[in-house]
């Protein structure tokens, strides 16, 4: 199938620092998402990707959609405790509905 | 205003009744999706719909029915219920196939 292979699976890292995290897949997607959930909510949209080697920053968040099309990792610069939520990646095959979901990321940020 | 809205957001039942969770999205999107997330956070695919047409059922029990009585609409029925269906599902919307999802804020179902 096409499972995503979401790692690490948590960090615990100080204020400040930066954050990496990627997914890899034994399959070509054509799209590749990076959400955020917080306790309590739904998963909220924090990059999307669709073309390879694109490279997408959204303020402190940097992702790229890897050359192969079978992975795509996202940065977090100089961390603050607000960052502190699950990240997943997601993928998306071309007109295909079916959107696979990472593990998750669980990222804590110490002040 | 909330862009995909579920109700209720919690959900406590017994075993054996039948609930139905609404959903309901004001994007203009064409698609719809159910999701469940276990206790271990992992996000599955449940159904999608395209223009009120079912596109993606993954494998899941008969007992869960979805509706989409239009293009706005995508509601879950479940019968039967059992303990293992306690989970968060969630609700989401993509402008088309191929475009990124926008998640509601979820429905905790606990089975009891």
């Known amino acids: 199938g096409q499972q995503l292979n979401q790692s690490p699976q948590s960090m615990f890292i100080q204020e400040g620092e930066d954050v990496s995290m990627n997914c890899t897949s034994s399959?070509?997607?054509?799209?590749w998402l990076w959400y955020k959930q917080e306790p309590g909510e739904g998963p909220v949209l924090l990059i999307a990707?669709?073309?390879?080697?694109e490279l997408t920053s959204n303020g402190r968040l940097t992702a790229q959609f890897g050359i192969t099309r079978k992975d795509s990792f996202l940065n977090i610069s100089a961390s603050i405790p607000s960052d502190v939520g699950i990240y997943f990646c997601?993928?998306?095959?071309?007109?295909?509905?079916?959107?696979?979901f990472g593990a998750g990321t669980r990222l804590t940020v110490k002040p | 205003d909330t862009a995909v809205s579920q109700t209720p957001k919690y959900l406590v039942t017994q075993m054996g009744n039948d609930k139905s969770i609404k959903c309901e999205q004001n994007?203009?999107?064409?698609?719809m999706y159910w999701y469940k997330q276990d206790s271990k956070k992992f996000l599955k695919i449940m159904f999608s719909?395209?223009?009120?047409?079912?596109?993606i059922n993954e494998t899941v029990p008969n007992r869960f029915s979805p509706k989409s009585p239009d293009k706005a609409h995508l509601n879950l029925h479940i019968n039967s219920l059992e303990l293992g269906d306690s989970a968060v599902y969630f609700c989401?919307?993509?402008?088309?196939?191929?475009?990124?999802?926008?998640f509601g804020q979820g429905t905790r179902l606990t089975v009891v």
């Open positions: 989401a919307s993509s402008p088309d196939l191929n475009t990124e999802a926008f």
């Open positions: 399959s070509i997607f054509n799209t």
């Open positions: 990707l669709y073309k390879a080697g």
């Open positions: 997601a993928g998306q095959l071309y007109n295909n509905n079916d959107m696979r």
């Open positions: 994007l203009g999107h064409d698609t």
């Open positions: 719909y395209n223009n009120k047409e079912l596109i």
